[in-house]
């Protein structure tokens, strides 16, 4: 999302649908700063979809910042006029990740099996336009980006490698939970290889996400292609 804000071209929208998913989802994971989400976005998918999704915007290009998890209880076929890039990253990192927030996330939360039914639905379609891996863009940003872009019929803009350090307009309301990492960055970090240990019930969940992750990861642009 940093990366899109960068291009004059461009709008971008953080997690639309956030009060939507927390209005409907069933999930006993605790999610920070829920009063506030459900105060700051309209908590009615459709309305979402049709006033924020559809626009319109003063830019050309508009790209929503999408958690696969939040598009519960709505008829998907938006998706389909729209150009689609799926964002994954390794399961055991993302677990990692998560419950530093969320301690006790399930596959609800961590979205991984929906991004895979996603990703049958949208490849079905023809309208999956990418498949973009953390790992992969963190070992060649402007390489993976340049053919983000192509694939979106796009010109690359080189501003899309780095930003300024701290808090953006479009954050949502959740950023101070969040986005601790990004608000210090100020571009792509180098990507190091990490040993991730996961208590059992975690270890358990990542393992359960593998099945979905790997043909994702297969179908990923790659840094050294």
């Not at 079905?124 to 993976?144: H, T």
């Not at 571009?187 to 990490?194: A, D, I, L, R, T």
């Amino acid at each position: 999302m940093y990366s899109f804000a960068q291009r004059k071209d461009t709008t971008v929208v953080d997690e639309p649908l956030y009060a939507h998913f927390l209005t409907n989802s069933t999930t006993d994971a605790d999610h920070p700063g829920k009063s506030e989400i459900l105060k700051s976005q309209h908590a009615e998918g459709n309305k979402v979809i049709n006033e924020v999704l559809f626009g319109p915007y003063p830019t050309p290009v508009a790209i929503f910042k999408q958690m696969t998890h939040h598009l519960i209880e709505l008829d998907l076929g938006f998706l389909l006029e729209m150009h689609n890039v799926l964002l994954i990253r390794n399961p055991r990192a993302i677990i990692a990740s998560y419950s530093k927030v969320i301690p006790n996330p399930g596959m609800q939360d961590i979205g991984v099996k929906q991004q895979f039914e996603l990703y049958q639905r949208l490849k079905s379609a023809g309208k999956l336009n990418a498949i973009v891996d953390a790992k992969e863009l963190l070992l060649a940003p402007e390489k993976v980006l340049r053919e983000l872009c192509h694939r979106l019929g796009i010109d690359f803009c080189k501003d899309m490698l780095h930003w300024e350090a701290g808090a953006r307009p479009e954050d949502g309301s959740w950023a101070p939970y969040w986005y601790a990492n990004v608000h210090q960055s100020t571009g792509f970090h180098p990507y190091h290889e990490k040993s991730i240990a996961l208590r059992p019930d975690l270890e358990s969940l990542a393992q359960e996400c593998l099945p979905y992750y790997s043909p994702l990861y297969e179908e990923a642009i790659k840094a050294s292609n």
